[in-house]
């Protein structure tokens, strides 16, 4: 099992440009997070998914957009990059239920905007 | 509000010098609280929850403890290879998020 994957591993975007971050969980996972992690401040919730085709508001969702078409992937959208946007991006995943109540994450994506 | 802060920001170790890592929260209707270990350029790897004030869990040099308002990661004869960034981040029951600190930057020495 590959886990949870991230791709790309790195970006570098001009002020104004789009991209989108993709996230691939092999664990048959329902739930799935997108992550923002700065310096000085611990990881924020910008997004998640409790199935396929349903998503929701984090903390911090300003700027960003979301798709969960399929069950295994999850899709962060930036339409148009900002430097308060260069972060490093990480993608979670949970199995539903309250037995399992730990978060995998993936290796995380490195964003600059300039 | 909940608010998590972990301390020390930064702790240096000789190997082999224990210590304990401090976790203090307030969170609403915590609902378990979780420990990750994260190494540089790497996402957080789970290392325990606990769920009651009074649980404790061990895995090799590490026991996290936990009570109504704080949680400890102590790290005993800690090793070169226990260098890392550890997480807290209890979850808010009403929520039902994790709340994460800013992490403890500890190095080990040889």
């Known amino acids: 099992n590959a886990g949870v994957t991230q791709t790309p591993k790195f970006r570098v975007l001009k002020t104004g440009q789009s991209m989108t971050l993709l996230c691939a969980q092999d664990?048959?996972?329902?739930?799935m997070y997108w992550y923002r992690q700065d310096p000085g401040m611990g990881l924020r919730l910008i997004h998640y998914?409790?199935?396929?085709?349903?998503?929701a508001k984090g903390e911090v969702p300003d700027g960003y957009n979301v798709s969960r078409l399929k069950k295994q992937n999850f899709l962060l959208g930036l339409e148009s990059a900002a430097p308060s946007q260069t972060s490093v991006y990480f993608c979670?995943?949970?199995?539903?239920?309250?037995?399992?109540?730990?978060?995998?994450f993936g290796p995380g994506t490195r964003l600059t905007v300039l | 509000e909940d608010q998590v802060t972990q301390s020390p920001e930064a702790l240096r170790l000789q190997e082999g010098e224990s210590s304990s890592l401090n976790c203090s929260y307030t969170?609403?209707?915590?609902?378990?609280l979780f420990w990750y270990r994260q190494d540089p350029g790497k996402g957080p790897e789970f290392l325990f929850t606990?769920?009651?004030a009074g649980e404790e869990k061990e895995k090799e040099r590490l026991k996290a403890t936990l009570t109504k308002k704080e949680s400890f990661l102590h790290i005993t004869a800690p090793k070169p290879e226990d260098s890392a960034t550890y997480l807290c981040?209890?979850?808010?029951?009403?929520?039902?998020?994790?709340?994460f600190g800013t992490g403890t930057r500890l190095q080990v020495f040889p």
């Open positions: 979670a995943s949970k199995r539903q239920g309250s037995n399992y109540n730990e978060q995998f």
């Open positions: 664990m048959n996972h329902e739930y």
């Open positions: 998914s409790v199935g396929e085709g349903t998503t």
């Open positions: 969170v609403s209707g915590l609902r378990g």
């Open positions: 606990l769920y009651s």
């Open positions: 981040a209890p979850r808010d029951g009403s929520t039902d998020k994790l709340i």
